[in-house]
C-alpha cells in the first residue's frame, strides 16, 4: 500500500503563490509516476502537472503553464507544486495520486493511489 499525504492549501488572493506538498510513503517503486489534479465544485478532475518519478521530465496543462511548477525531492519522496500568480478559476481541491501502470499521465482514471486533497481558495 501507498499513502499520499497532501499539505499547503490554504485562502490567498489572487496573484499570489502556494507550495503544494505531497508525501509519499509505504511501499514505492523506482518506476512511477506522480501527478496532481484538482477539481471545482461541479466540476470533473482535470490534470494539473505530472512528473515521472527516476527521470524527472515533467509536463502541464496548458492552463497552468508558466504559473505553475512540479518538482520532486527523491530522497523524501515528496512531491510539490509552486502555484504563482493565481487566479480565482484556480479555487479547487487539490490532488497528488501515483500511476504505476501503463496509460496516459493525464487521466485519473490511469493513477493508482491518490491523497486525500488540499483545498485552494483564491479571492479576487
Known amino acids: 500500500q501507498v499513502q499520499l499525504v497532501e499539505s499547503g492549501g490554504g485562502l490567498v488572493q489572487a496573484g499570489g503563490s502556494l507550495r503544494l506538498s505531497c508525501a509519499a510513503s509505504?511501499?514505492?517503486?523506482?518506476?512511477?509516476?506522480m501527478g496532481w489534479f484538482r477539481q471545482a465544485p461541479g466540476k470533473e478532475r482535470e490534470f494539473v502537472a505530472a512528473?515521472?518519478?527516476?527521470?524527472?521530465?515533467?509536463d502541464g496543462a496548458d492552463s497552468v503553464k508558466g504559473r505553475f511548477t512540479i518538482s520532486r525531492d527523491n530522497a523524501k519522496n515528496t512531491a510539490a507544486l509552486q502555484v504563482n500568480n493565481l487566479k480565482p478559476e484556480d479555487t479547487a481541491v487539490y490532488y497528488c495520486?501515483?500511476?504505476?501502470?501503463?496509460?496516459?499521465?493525464?487521466?485519473?482514471?490511469?493513477?493508482?493511489?491518490w491523497g486525500q486533497g488540499t483545498q485552494v481558495i483564491v479571492s479576487s
Open positions: 512528473i515521472n518519478w527516476s527521470s524527472g521530465t515533467a
Open positions: 509505504g511501499r514505492t517503486f523506482s518506476s512511477y509516476t
Open positions: 495520486a501515483l500511476k504505476f501502470r501503463w496509460g496516459t499521465y493525464t487521466s485519473p482514471g490511469n493513477y493508482d493511489y
